[in-house]
């Protein structure tokens, strides 16, 4: 089983920037393939970035060159820095976890674009 403790979103300006957190806990952390998504109201989740348990990135085209997903596996501790900003990134982000029959979400948090 994997808790997790989601924090950094908020409201921000087209442009600007945000870093969001996933601190996990309950198992062990680095075993585990990550990582982000996103979803607004209505709307079908999507996939933001996923980091394999080696810390092989990958990103969804929308977030190429603008967001970086990296995890500490000593702090438990999934991160997406998250910059150029724009009004269509606004969603609520959730970070998950996942390896064979294993799949555990975290219960997101709120990211706005908007001037």
């Known amino acids: 089983q994997v808790q997790f403790v989601e924090s950094g979103g908020g409201l921000v300006q087209p442009g600007g920037s945000l870093r969001l957190s996933c601190a996990a806990s309950g198992s062990v952390f680095s075993i585990y393939a990550m990582g982000w998504y996103r979803q607004a109201p209505g709307k079908q989740r999507e996939l933001v970035a996923v980091?394999?348990?080696?810390?092989?990135?990958n990103y969804a085209d929308s977030v190429k060159g603008r967001f970086t997903i990296s995890r500490d596996n000593a702090k438990n501790t999934l991160y997406l820095q998250m910059n150029s900003l724009k009004p269509e990134d606004t969603d609520v982000y959730s970070c998950r976890a996942f390896k064979g029959v294993y799949d555990y979400w975290g219960q997101g948090t709120q990211v706005t674009v908007s001037s």
């Open positions: 980091i394999s348990s080696r810390g092989s990135p």
